[in-house]
């Protein structure tokens, strides 16, 4: 069965720097892009960043441009997000989420999601 | 960006009523050399990730109950609970996929009256 484990996240000040990993199993994980997608404390979702199966496409919301890198390992079987410059709104769970396969456009649905991983920043 | 709008903010029905959940965006997520709607809903439980309904504005994801079902195409899509149970309690989500970045509507809840 498709799992996805997320960690990395905890606090950290306004302007340093966090890794999120994602641990993925169950599925052929080089055959599928990935979504990172967060969700503020009782707020809605937020679309984050993709990255296409084998690494070369990624594209970004506009408020992680220059901030946030998405990127994977295909030897490792995981997913990475590696968050710069970080900002009190960017206080959310963060969850990385499997594509539904190829939809064209670079993007697709996310077919499954792990629980999250939160991320605090608070000075 | 496209904008999704998701409407109404919350609903109340009693349960076997039908649930109707309405989402619009700002331009068409139809890609017309496929006639693919790229539009899909979520259910999300509290203290749960979402979870996929709905893709193509009209599949439905295997396992899904058929009381969930999806409709519309262009711009208008809808989400149907056809008779409401107590473990439909959750927020719906919908979500373009067809322009980056990729967008949600603010979400439904839907409770039991």
């Known amino acids: 069965q498709v799992q996805l484990v997320e960690s990395g996240g905890g606090v950290a000040q306004p302007g340093r720097s966090l890794r999120l990993s994602c641990a993925a199993s169950?599925?052929?994980?080089?055959?599928?892009?990935m979504h990172w997608v967060r969700q503020a404390p009782g707020k809605g979702l937020e679309w984050v960043a993709i990255?296409?199966?084998?690494?070369?496409?990624?594209y970004y919301a506009d408020f992680v441009k220059g901030r946030f890198t998405i990127s994977r390992d295909n030897s490792k079987n995981t997913l990475y997000l590696q968050m710069n410059s970080l900002r009190a709104e960017d206080t959310a769970l963060y969850y990385c989420?499997?594509?539904?396969?190829?939809?064209?456009?670079?993007?697709?649905?996310?077919?499954?999601w792990g629980q999250g991983t939160l991320v605090t920043v608070s000075s | 960006d496209i904008v999704v709008t998701q409407s109404p903010d919350s609903l109340a029905a009693s349960l076997g009523e039908r649930a109707t959940i309405n989402c619009k965006s700002s331009?068409?997520?139809?890609?017309?050399?496929?006639?693919?709607?790229?539009l899909a809903w979520y259910q999300q439980k509290p203290g749960q990730p979402p979870k996929l309904l709905i893709y193509w504005a009209s599949t439905r994801e295997f396992g899904v109950p058929d009381r969930f079902s999806g409709s519309g195409s262009g711009t208008d899509f809808t989400l149907t609970i056809s008779s409401l149970q107590a473990e439909d309690v959750a927020v719906y989500f919908c979500q373009q996929y067809y322009g980056i970045p990729l967008t949600f509507g603010g979400g439904t809840k839907v409770e039991i009256k």
């Open positions: 331009q068409s997520v139809l890609d017309s050399s496929n006639n693919k709607n790229f």
């Open positions: 989420a499997k594509t539904g396969g190829y939809c064209g456009g670079g993007t697709c649905y996310a077919n499954y």
């Open positions: 169950g599925f052929t994980f080089t055959d599928y892009g």
């Open positions: 990255i296409s199966n084998d690494g070369r496409n990624k």
